[in-house]
């Protein structure tokens, strides 16, 4: 989820409200809108996984196929949602990338920050100061409202310990340790 609505009431639903809940999400589905899809992987609806597999094979929105793929991902662990990633990372469209770079979190391994390192190349600044932004926001477990120049990490020290194993085990550590929504 993109933070914008607090979904913490899910857990309040009774059982039958839980069961009418998914069902409504998942006769929606039809209407590819991302609230609807996201809410698939919110209410952890198994059954809605061979609609969403069917949607992203008939979507051609970039943008549609990257949140149906990463509620598969949230679903399922469905590999299409990595390949979406690199496609994203690859991506001239900056637009895209400022508006899914998020989702590398969803994963919740290493290759989180392997994909917020390679933003860090990335052609359009903002991307690359999202990029850092999350990088640092995962590494000293704050949010950051300061100028990327003003981080405590630059894009130079992520590069040089992408490697590093004490470095990868404190962000997988971290990424781990975030409610996303999963």
């Not at 496609?87 to 391994?109: E, F, G, I, R």
Request: hydrophobic content about 45%; some cysteine; aromatic content about 6%.
């Amino acid at each position: 989820m993109r933070h914008e609505l607090d979904i913490a009431f899910l857990t309040d639903l009774t059982t039958e409200e839980h069961t009418a809940a998914k069902d409504l999400i998942r006769r929606s589905l039809g209407t590819r809108h991302v609230h609807i899809i996201e809410g698939a992987a919110a209410l952890e609806d198994l059954e809605a996984i061979p609609i969403l597999r069917a949607m992203f094979v008939d979507e051609a929105n970039e943008s549609r196929r990257l949140t149906i793929a990463g509620s598969l991902w949230k679903l399922a662990r469905h590999a299409v949602f990595i390949d979406c990633l690199e496609k994203l990372v690859a991506s001239p469209d900056h637009t895209l990338k400022q508006a899914h770079y998020h989702q590398v979190l969803w994963l919740k391994d290493e290759r989180a920050t392997d994909f917020l390192i390679r933003l860090l190349d990335d052609a359009d600044d903002f991307v690359r100061s999202l990029a850092l932004s999350t990088l640092n926001s995962l590494e000293f477990g704050e949010g950051f409202l300061i100028p990327s120049h003003e981080l405590p990490s630059q894009p130079d020290t992520y590069r040089a310990r992408k490697n590093d194993p004490a470095f990868r085990s404190h962000m997988l550590a971290q990424l781990q340790s975030l409610n996303l929504g999963q």
